[in-house]
């Protein structure tokens, strides 16, 4: 498609709970990002895909966090026995290259994010 | 380590007035893009402008232009003839060139435009 789909776009759960959200890049993209938004102000990276191989996963809190970007799947951001501190939206964008070794700058599309409100 | 320091947390402009966003950075790599992205209270990121950090000029993009001082580390938003639709969260943006492209985010502006 021509725009990053994100699905849910609200997602409830109470603590303790699994969340699973679902990312669908510009076809063509061959990266993925995901980001966390907390409190509508601080972003937050959290792991990037070069198609379904994992790029950079710095930012994942390793213990409960996990990603996939499967072929012909949509990517996917797991989060085992949700916390409070885990409602934030998630952002996933993509793009069409990582930008090495060059100046050139390759845009991050960002889709719509998913809400996730832990109780 | 690279940061991104927006010191104004929240802004309150006349409709039709010129506003200037600030926006500081810190890095040591040597090819790095700057970017300024707008959230509107739905929530979506608008993507506004980019400047390299190996361009000459400044780029603009309509009623956006980013002024890039490189010796002083800023890249500060200017939106000419505010209008009340620009009023929104604004977030400066930093990636590396050199490494995997994520981006790290600057706390935000948050722009009210008054008419």
């Known amino acids: 498609g021509e725009e990053v789909a994100q699905t849910p776009k609200h997602l409830v759960r109470g603590e303790g709970q699994k969340a699973k959200l679902y990312c669908a890049p510009i076809k063509g993209h061959s990266y993925v990002f995901w980001y966390q938004q907390v409190l509508k102000n601080e972003f937050k990276f959290l792991i990037s895909?070069?198609?379904?191989?994992?790029?950079?996963e710095t930012g994942m809190p390793k213990e409960r966090f996990s990603a996939k970007c499967l072929p012909n799947s949509p990517c996917s951001l797991e989060i085992q026995a949700t916390k409070l501190e885990d409602s934030a939206v998630y952002f996933c964008?993509?793009?069409?290259?990582?930008?090495?070794?060059?100046?050139?700058?390759?845009?991050?599309?960002f889709g719509p994010g998913t809400r996730l409100t832990v109780l | 380590a690279q940061k991104i320091t927006q010191t104004q947390p929240g802004m309150f402009v006349q409709e039709k007035e010129a506003v200037t966003l600030d926006c500081t950075y810190d890095?040591?790599?040597?090819?790095?893009?700057l970017f300024w992205y707008k959230q509107p209270s739905s929530g979506e990121m608008i993507f506004l402008i980019y400047q390299g950090s190996y361009d000459q000029q400044n780029a603009t993009e309509g009623r956006y232009s980013l002024n890039f001082q490189k010796a002083r580390k800023s890249a500060n938003l200017v939106i000419s003839a505010s209008q009340l639709g620009d009023s929104a969260m604004y977030f400066c943006a930093m990636a590396s060139m050199n490494r995997d492209d994520k981006i790290i985010f600057g706390k935000g502006t948050r722009l009210h435009i008054l008419p």
């Open positions: 895909f070069q198609n379904e191989n994992v790029f950079d």
């Open positions: 890095t040591s790599d040597p090819s790095y893009g």
């Open positions: 964008a993509s793009s069409d290259g990582g930008g090495h070794g060059g100046l050139s700058y390759n845009e991050q599309f």
